[in-house]
């Protein structure tokens, strides 16, 4: 069962001034960081409400193509309350998970498909010692 929506992604092509303007001028909270597998500066966390937030990925460039590098929309998070049981109904009505289910770097289990128009959607059931639950 989808509990809400539990972010939006975005791929921005200058960190600073998305700050600037998500946190400055609309108010949201900056919550913590995540780096990558190689230790490089991956994704911003940012705090909309008690469960919500956005994501901020940096390495944005301007691209016709649909792919991580795009500046924009990166994708939708859905919060479900049982990761295994959820998948297992998603694969029971036909959709393909383009990401079996796994353990974040945030230790949260998602796993991903994509909508008819190729948009990614994350689906992802909380962990209590993530960061997003624990700061």
Same mark, same amino acid.
């Given at each position: 069962?989808?509990?809400?929506?539990?972010?939006?992604?975005?791929?921005?092509?200058?960190?600073e001034?998305?700050?600037?303007?998500?946190?400055d001028?609309?108010?949201?909270?900056?919550?913590?960081?995540?780096?990558?597998?190689?230790?490089?500066?991956?994704?911003?966390?940012?705090?909309?409400?008690?469960?919500?937030?956005? =994501? #901020?990925?940096?390495? +944005?460039?301007?691209?016709?193509?649909l792919?991580?590098?795009?500046?924009?929309? @990166?994708?939708? *998070?859905?919060?479900?309350?049982?990761?295994?049981?959820?998948?297992? =109904? #998603?694969?029971?009505? +036909?959709?393909s998970?383009?990401?079996?289910?796994?353990?974040?770097?945030?230790? @949260?289990?998602? *796993?991903?498909?994509?909508?008819?128009?190729?948009?990614?959607?994350?689906?992802?059931?909380?962990?209590?010692?993530?960061?997003?639950?624990?700061?």
């Amino acid at each position: 069962m989808i509990k809400g929506i539990a972010h939006t992604a975005y791929t921005v092509k200058d960190m600073e001034a998305s700050l600037d303007f998500y946190c400055d001028k609309l108010g949201f909270t900056k919550l913590f960081e995540l780096q990558d597998e190689h230790q490089q500066p991956w994704i911003v966390y940012l705090k909309i409400c008690e469960g919500q937030f956005i =994501e #901020l990925f940096y390495g +944005g460039e301007k691209s016709p193509a649909l792919d991580q590098k795009t500046i924009g929309y @990166n994708h939708l *998070c859905l919060e479900v309350e049982n990761m295994t049981s959820f998948a297992r =109904e #998603l694969k029971s009505k +036909g959709v393909s998970l383009d990401v079996e289910v796994k353990q974040g770097l945030d230790k @949260n289990r998602q *796993c991903w498909v994509r909508d008819p128009d190729g948009n990614r959607i994350e689906f992802m059931q909380y962990h209590p010692e993530s960061p997003q639950m624990t700061k």
